[in-house]
């Protein structure tokens, strides 16, 4: 029996690279729930025990595509407008979050130590401090900013909005639902959900916050 480990024919080739890639392609077709050591080797076709060389067990498949996404962020050079770097920052981050959107709850959820998963703190706290933020304040505001916009895209893309939804039958029942509950006024707003749209204004108020916030404290 071969040793824990002990990498089976063909297993030459794993790397971290191939094994993050393969856990992507796993989460991109199956979803979150499908990663396993055993799902990835098969997509590898090696035996799951050899993938122990490279990663640390599923937690480690779990942040390798996690930081795989991030890395595909693409921040924006600053412009020395509070308002506008942040808009930037926070739609970039919804871009790598939206182009697999089945990793996107680990992006926005696993709180990783490297690089890539802190340069867009590292990028939004710098815009707050140039702002004039302390870095305590900054701190403070980074967190409220990210409940703000990970909160927004954990709803578009979970299973779908809390109220709202974006197929014409499906407002239409909503709203008629809406409607019988005494919402009449706000149920044509209610009833439909714009993912883009709705993440614009929530990051526009957002920044607004934080703007008026650092006005006041100057």
Do not use: W
């Amino acid at each position: 029996m071969a040793e824990r480990g002990r990498p089976r024919k063909g297993a030459a080739r794993l790397s971290p690279e191939s094994i993050r890639a393969a856990a992507l392609a796993v989460t991109d077709a199956e979803g979150v729930a499908a990663i396993s050591m055993r799902a990835v080797a098969r997509r590898l076709g090696v035996d799951a025990k050899s993938l122990y060389n490279h990663v640390d067990g599923k937690d480690g498949l779990l942040d390798a595509v996690a930081e795989h996404v991030l890395a595909g962020i693409v921040l924006p050079d600053p412009t020395g407008s509070l308002e506008d770097d942040l808009h930037a920052v926070a739609h970039a981050f919804r871009r790598a979050a939206l182009a697999h959107p089945q990793a996107a709850t680990l992006v926005l959820t696993r709180q990783l130590p490297s690089p890539a998963a802190l340069a867009p703190v590292g990028a939004v706290l710098s815009v707050l401090c140039a702002a004039g933020a302390s870095p305590e304040e900054a701190v403070h505001l980074l967190r409220a900013l990210l409940a703000l916009v990970v909160g927004t895209l954990l709803r578009e893309t979970g299973a779908g909005p809390a109220f709202g939804a974006g197929d014409t039958d499906a407002v239409a029942h909503r709203q008629a639902e809406l409607e019988q509950s005494g919402l009449s006024a706000t149920a044509p707003f209610l009833a439909r959900c714009d993912h883009e749209a709705e993440f614009a204004f929530t990051v526009d108020f957002a920044v607004a916050a934080v703007a008026a916030r650092l006005r006041r404290d100057r």
